[in-house]
């Protein structure tokens, strides 16, 4: 599976977009991109997932780069609840394994 | 999206007895199922991937006779933490995995050990 990087932290007002950003530069061209999130002392939480067009769902947007080497997921509106750590995993198509990065842990403030 | 269980959400033993942990796909059923183990402000670790009706695989470093998985049906996975010592002491999260398609690996609320 392609590494993943992402920073450690971000903060963000609450009602103001949240833009996480994720590098994966030695992707696959058939590994997918995945986003979950962990609020803390819960399961992780599935977000969104995409190859290589730009998705969106009742919960984030995730903008891919043409290259598909960086993504982006946005939270359009972020409210408190979103305050949680938020992981990008890179991986093939019907691979099993998720490897957890340290992922970015991202502060929604009033 | 899809529902994983897990019984008990916290559990308290002794040293030395085993623990049994369950992990319930509540409306799919789940070919794949994992475990990870999760230490304080750390990243979720993976323990070991189970297929259902076959021999679970171990990542490096796991003790496949101390942590024992057993993935009888499509819907039921269990992780036995066997002779549990204080060390064990962690948050245990199991993840499903369905049949088809891009599958997405959906994970339940965790369960915290704390072993005395």
Redesign the interface.
């Known amino acids: 599976d392609a590494k993943t990087t992402q920073p450690p932290s971000m903060d963000c007002a609450e009602g103001r977009a949240a833009n996480l950003p994720c590098n994966h530069s030695t992707i696959s061209g058939n590994e997918y991109v995945y986003w979950y999130r962990q609020i803390h002392s819960q399961g992780p939480q599935y977000i969104i997932h995409g190859l290589k067009n730009n998705e969106t769902n009742e919960m984030a947007s995730l903008i891919i780069t043409e290259d598909r080497k960086s993504s982006t997921l946005i939270l359009p509106h972020a409210t408190l609840r979103d305050t949680a750590v938020y992981y990008c995993i890179a991986l093939l198509y019907n691979f099993n394994k998720f490897y957890f990065g340290s992922g970015t842990k991202l502060n929604v403030k009033p | 999206?899809a529902v994983?269980s897990?019984h008990p959400s916290w559990v308290i033993c002794k040293s030395g007895t085993s623990v049994k942990i369950e992990c319930r796909s509540l409306d799919f059923q789940a070919t794949?199922m994992?475990w990870?183990r999760q230490f304080p402000k750390q990243?979720?670790?993976?323990m070991a991937?189970s297929n259902e009706g076959s021999k679970a695989t171990y990542e490096q470093g796991v003790e496949k006779d101390k942590f024992l998985i057993n993935h009888a049906s499509l819907t039921l996975s269990t992780l036995t933490v066997t002779s549990a010592h204080p060390e064990d002491s962690s948050?245990y999260?199991c993840?499903a995995?369905g049949r088809s398609g891009?599958?997405?690996?959906?994970?339940?609320?965790?369960t915290?050990l704390l072993v005395l």
């Open positions: 999206g994983v897990q794949t994992f990870y990243s979720l670790m993976l991937t948050f999260i993840s995995r891009v599958e997405t690996q959906y994970f339940g609320p965790g915290r």
